[in-house]
Nanobody
């Protein structure tokens, strides 16, 4: 029923910035957290950041201080502001919704029941 779609990916030079957005469709829904995950070619999907309905945020150590997740309570979008991008950030980035579970970290992919198709982020040296 719920569908998520990411946008805002693209090609950027190292040190640059991108802002990703996640839009929801298919019906109204509540959530415990919204998260961003990424998957580089040949690697497993990894946690990037999450935000709860109440506004608490959680960041992976690898992006702390560079990426910021945010949400709009009224319009229910979620964003990922990515600054100081590095070639290691190159990956497909996925938006995900957790409508069921409370967590101490919100970093496990198993918590999330809805996923977008992903948007490509490529960072050149």
């Amino acid at each position: 029923q719920v569908q998520l779609e990411e946008s805002g990916g693209g090609l950027v030079q190292a040190g640059g910035s991108l802002r990703l957005s996640c839009a929801a469709s298919g019906g109204a829904f509540g959530y415990k957290s919204m998260g961003w995950f990424r998957r580089a070619p040949g690697r497993e999907r990894e946690f990037v950041a999450a935000v709860t309905w109440s506004g608490d945020t959680y960041d992976a150590e690898s992006v702390k201080g560079r990426f910021t997740i945010s949400r709009d309570n009224a319009k229910s979008p979620v964003f990922l502001q990515m600054n100081s991008l590095e070639p290691g950030d190159t990956a497909v980035y996925y938006c995900a919704a957790n409508t069921r579970y409370s967590s101490s970290s919100y970093s496990r992919s198993i918590l999330y029941d809805y996923w977008g198709q992903g948007t490509q982020v490529t960072v050149s040296s």
